[in-house]
C-alpha cells in the first residue's frame, strides 16, 4: 500500500520528534571536568616538578574521560581529541624526560584544531558543531562565521604558546598554562555572544543536560 506524500512528511516528522537527543553534562560538572586535570597540574608542578605533574595531568584526563563515558556513555569529540594529544606528548615527555615536548602539546593541539576547522570550511562542511557537541543551534551561515573565528582564535593561541615557551621560563610557561589560556578563551568565546544570538536557529530545541 501506497503512502500519500504528506502522510510520509507526516511519519519522517514524527520520528524526527521522538528520536532521543544525545544527553549533555551540566555546565558546571563539564567546568569542573575541563578545569580538573589543569588546575591538579598546577598544584603537582608547585610541589614535585614538571615531569611529576606531567603524569598528574595525564592521570587527570583519564579521569575526566572516564566520568564523561559513565555519564554520557559516549565521549565527545573535543575532550577525547585533547586528551590523545595529552597522553601522546606527556608519554614522550615522561619517556624521554624532555619538557619541551609537553611545552609543545598546546601548539599541536591547536594548530590540529584551527587546521580542522579551517579544513571543513574549504570543502563547507563546518566542524565547530561537533566540538561544540550541540551547545548551540545555529543557522549554517552562523556556523561559518563562528567557525572561521575559532579557526583564527586557535592558530592565534598555537603562535602565543610558542613565543613564550621558547622566550620565557618553565615556570611562567606553567602560569600561563594555567592562569592565562582560560581566561583568554572565555573573553573569545563571550565576544562572540553577539555573533550567536543574531544566527540562533531558534527552530530547534536546545539539548538536555544531566
Partial sequence: MSVAP???K???????????????????????????PLALFFVAYSRFG???ATGV??????????????????IPIMPLVTAVIIM??????????????????????????????AGGLLFDKPLLPILFDG???????????????????????????????????TAFWVGFKAFGILPLT?????AQAPLILRYDNKDEAPE???
Avoid at 511519519?11 to 578545569?35: G, I, Q, S, T, Y
Avoid at 601522546?88 to 609543545?104: A, M, P, Q, R, Y
Fill in 6 to 8: 504528506d502522510e510520509s
Fill in 10 to 36: 507526516a511519519l519522517v516528522d514524527a520520528r524526527a520528534v521522538v528520536r532521543p537527543r544525545p544527553r549533555a553534562l551540566n555546565p558546571a560538572l563539564k567546568l569542573v571536568l575541563e578545569l580538573g
Fill in 50 to 52: 614538571i615531569f611529576a
Fill in 57 to 74: 595531568l595525564m592521570a587527570g584526563v583519564a579521569v575526566t574521560l572516564a566520568v564523561s563515558w559513565a555519564m554520557l556513555r559516549r
Fill in 88 to 117: 601522546i606528548f606527556g608519554s614522550l615527555t615522561l619517556v624521554f624526560h624532555d619538557e619541551t615536548l609537553l611545552k609543545i602539546k598546546p601548539t599541536a593541539l591547536y594548530v590540529l584544531f584551527g587546521g580542522a576547522l
Fill in 135 to 169: 551547545a548551540f543551534n545555529l543557522t549554517p551561515e552562523g556556523w561559518r562565521k563562528l567557525t572561521l573565528r575559532w579557526s583564527l582564535f586557535f592558530f592565534t593561541l598555537a603562535v602565543l604558546n610558542e613565543v613564550i615557551w621558547r622566550t620565557q621560563t
Fill in 186 to 190: 572565555l573573553l573569545f568565546a563571550v
Fill in 208 to 210: 538536555d543536560s544531566l
